[in-house]
């Protein structure tokens, strides 16, 4: 897209945005329906090609009307400084899976609830301890902090965010190319959000127990000065944020491919860039380190005592030739996802051509344990995230029994108090999070990793500062 059109499109948002202020969230008009039924009109299917489906119409019914098989799988480890799975990020825990443990609908007479506060929408949702949803809404000029309802999707608290700059749509990125500040956060184990914002700061908010005191500031911290300098009107973003397993610090990465670690307490910054490279997807979580991919390599990366960053491992792959039609960039599609512990694996797609392939790397040494292509030759991208979980074994666990996972240590479990009951009123139909029972016998396949890690200095240039945190009482 040309930079003149990003700039009439941007302007077009702007104004369309100023029609999502009301108050309270409205049904979705029916007439936004309507280009489908008049593109019918204009260009009916031809020969003996199926009519698209109409909301509404008739389904046929391939199973029983009571039919379930729910699938066994051990349950993605807890961090111990975020929200309980699932639901604390974009990609629902810190390892990224992307599995939520829930119910499907049978079909059966369904009710359809749907509200809108017109043009603009949620990239993330997490879900506090009362199980209420906790978002940013982000509309063409800004975004906004909101506690909803589950249940009507009311909004019942809100904080205004910093909003883009007036010169975003000079930019010339397509909305929909957009990744930047506001459209990821996290939810942490104390019910507080950290939220990268259009200013380049991290701000950790507190969700009110009760919806009527609003919003609170917690901390706030300035990363202005460690972002990639960037010529007028372009700007770097701090895009991504999450805690380290220790809860000591937390580590960001902007779009322009800074990566570093904010300590929590002090607010001391570290940082580092590797070379060009640039950063589209959010970063994994787990005990043995980060886990980032950038447009060309995956790393594991650690910190040391000072904070600052070590690459523990990078491994390239195989990028392609472009950014194919339906992606942001070039480069792998989708966010890092982790399975299984220490001996586990990385999953994440590369960009290759004629097909692009699913690869498995091993967490322990960056190795290539094994990949698969995907799609048709010619006709092979992605740019979604893998969903991923770990099977039980189901032959041998008894019924009522909890999968072993040879995953954890330490205590991450969750009190039974801090989740409601079925039925009450901030109850949600995700499953509570369990700990691992060392009692059953069931366990999922290991992946065994042979080789040591390799350990060396984080490449590129570094940086050393202070955030400079303010504070609200």
């Known amino acids: ?83 309980a ?37 949620y990239g993330t949702v997490t879900f506090d301890r009362a199980r209420r949803m906790v978002g940013v809404y982000g509309n063409g000029r800004g975004f906004e902090l909101q506690l909803l309802d589950p249940f009507t999707l009311r909004k019942l608290a809100g904080f205004a965010l910093p909003p883009r ?32 914002t ?4 991290i701000e950790v908010l507190q969700v009110p127990a009760d919806p009527a005191r609003g919003f609170t500031r917690v901390r706030s911290y300035d990363l202005s000065d460690v972002v990639v300098e960037q010529p007028w009107p372009k700007r770097d973003s701090v895009a991504f944020v999450l805690p380290e397993w220790s809860g000591r610090r ?21 940082s580092v860039r590797f070379g060009d490279e640039i950063v589209e997807n959010s970063f994994a979580v787990g005990e043995d380190g980060i886990f980032v991919a950038t447009d060309r390599a995956l790393y594991r990366l650690s910190a040391d005592a000072a904070g600052a960053v070590v690459t523990d491992w990078r ?36 960009n290759a051509e004629p097909r692009i392939h699913v690869l498995f790397v091993r967490r322990a040494d960056g190795a290539l344990a094994c990949s698969e292509p995907l799609f048709a030759e010619g006709r092979s991208a992605t740019d979604i995230s893998a969903v991923e979980y770990e099977h039980a074994d189901e032959t041998a666990c008894p019924p009522g029994a909890t999968p072993r996972s040879s995953r954890t240590t330490g205590d991450t479990t969750r009190s039974p108090s801090r989740t409601p009951s079925p039925g009450s009123r901030g109850w949600t139909p995700f499953a509570s999070p369990t700990a691992p029972s060392a009692a059953s016998p069931c366990g999922p396949t290991r992946f065994e990793a042979s080789t040591s890690p390799r350990r060396r200095s984080a490449r590129g240039s570094s940086t050393r500062t202070s955030a400079g945190p303010t504070t609200t009482p």
């Open 165 to 196: 700059p007036w010169s975003f749509p000079l930019e010339g990125v397509a909305p929909w190319k957009y990744i930047g500040a506001g459209m990821y956060f996290y939810l942490d184990d104390r019910d507080r959000a950290v939220v990268p």
């Open 315 to 350: 491994s390239e792959y195989d990028r392609g030739p472009a950014a194919k039609a339906g992606m942001i960039t070039r480069g792998t599609g989708t966010s890092v996802s982790l399975v299984g512990g220490r001996d586990g694996l990385v999953v994440l797609t590369d």
């Open 198 to 201: 259009t200013e380049n700061t």
């Open 85 to 121: 799975n699932p639901g604390s990020n974009m990609h629902d825990d810190a390892s990224m899976t992307d599995t939520y443990a829930a119910p499907g609908p049978f079909g059966v007479s369904p009710e359809v609830r749907s509200r809108s506060r017109g043009f603009g929408g």
């Open 250 to 270: 937390y580590w960001y990465a902007t779009t322009l491919g800074r990566i570093g670690t904010v300590e929590v307490e002090t607010g001391h910054v570290e």
């Open 1 to 83: 897209m040309s930079g003149r059109a990003c700039v009439l499109l941007g302007a077009a948002l702007l104004v369309a945005s100023c029609a999502a202020e009301d108050g309270e969230p409205r049904a979705i008009p029916r007439w936004l329906f309507a280009p489908r039924e008049i593109w019918a009109l204009v260009s009916p299917p031809s020969g003996d090609a199926p009519s698209p489906a109409r909301p509404g119409g008739q389904l046929e019914r391939f199973a029983a009307v009571d039919f379930a098989k729910p699938v066994r799988a051990v349950a993605p480890q807890q961090h111990p400084f975020m929200a």
